[in-house]
């Protein structure tokens, strides 16, 4: 196995790695040849890399969920890391690497995780909200324990999706606490539903891509149509059903940013902003976590393409 992950090794290091690929991309370079594009990871997190001239039986042997042996080096591309390939060839059972050993996942474990969400079904006061919210985790349990939040940019990691709502649902509780009029069920409730539809727009934990659901519905579309079916199946009428749906409708917060609907409740403005703070802090957090202190990190395109500097102080 790989000594430290893939990004942590410096511009212009030589690298002799295992890396599991993420994806693969065929496009056709100026001179008319093809080239694959190869998105890498390992338990650090994901690299680019280009395999120019690129044969029919390069598309079969580097596919995505392959684990593949490296030789290269490590340079600056537009202030990101890439991987310049020089030697590459699958791996086989001499090899002795296995999937688990490549895959990012969230820092805790799926136990703890559904024992705080559960927690905080628990919690809840309004019966209605807590049925339809307790109902529609056990029934996406696995997946929503398993999934990424996202293919790109934040929490898009195994276990990501459950990690992005646990973070979400503490920091809901530290806020109420600020604001008491701010109704908790409401929050956590939300909060819970508001992403679940992505176990159905997303393929899975591994190599992940949009389904078809995902691609012509959408996460929000999918669960406020999941939010309904919950209600009739446990002969649920009353406002909060709506409520609920208009949480997911509006999380995203603009047309532009994804949301049929804008906030027009106080706990769907304030889960639209939570939401907002974890994934942007995700995505800093790991982008710094690469940056020594007195540098700046690769541009973050979520970030408006910026690139944040870690003071010399940061430990």
């Not at 490590?74 to 020089?86: F, H």
């Amino acid at each position: 196995m790989n000594k430290k992950g893939i990004l942590h090794y410096e511009v212009g290091e030589q690298i002799q790695v295992y890396l599991l690929i993420k994806s693969a991309t065929k496009a056709i370079a100026s001179n008319g040849k093809p080239f694959l594009t190869l998105i890498f990871q390992d338990k650090s997190g994901e690299i680019e890399a280009k395999l120019w001239d690129a044969t029919d039986s390069d598309e079969q042997n580097y596919r995505p969920q392959m684990i593949v042996k490296i030789i290269g080096d490590i340079q600056n591309y537009r202030g990101r890391l890439q991987l310049r390939i020089r030697q590459i060839k699958p791996t086989t059972s001499e090899d002795n690497v296995r999937l688990a050993e490549f895959l990012e996942t969230a820092p805790l474990t799926q136990e703890v995780m559904l024992e705080k969400i559960t927690q905080y079904i628990f919690e809840m006061n309004n019966s209605n909200i807590q049925r339809i919210t307790r109902h529609l985790v056990k029934k996406y349990q696995q997946a929503f324990l398993e999934y990424p939040a996202a293919t790109k940019n934040h929490h898009e990691f195994v276990s990501g999706l459950a990690y992005h709502v646990v973070s979400m649902l503490d920091l809901a509780k530290s806020i109420a606490n600020l604001y008491p009029t701010l109704d908790t069920d409401l929050l956590y409730g939300g909060i819970i539903l508001h992403d679940l539809g992505k176990v159905m727009e997303l393929s899975g934990p591994i190599s992940t891509v949009y389904t078809v659901e995902g691609n012509l519905l959408g996460h929000i579309t999918i669960m406020v149509n999941e939010i309904g079916k919950a209600a009739d199946e446990l002969q649920i009428q009353g406002e909060e059903v709506m409520i609920l749906q208009h949480i997911v409708l509006s999380h995203h917060g603009k047309a532009e940013w994804g949301s049929p609907k804008a906030p027009l409740i106080k706990e769907a403005e304030i889960i639209h902003y939570i939401d907002n703070l974890d994934a942007k802090m995700n995505m800093l957090d790991r982008a710094l976590e690469r940056v020594k202190p007195g540098e700046f990190s690769e541009r973050i395109f979520p970030l408006e393409n910026r690139s944040f500097y870690k003071p010399t102080f940061h430990k």
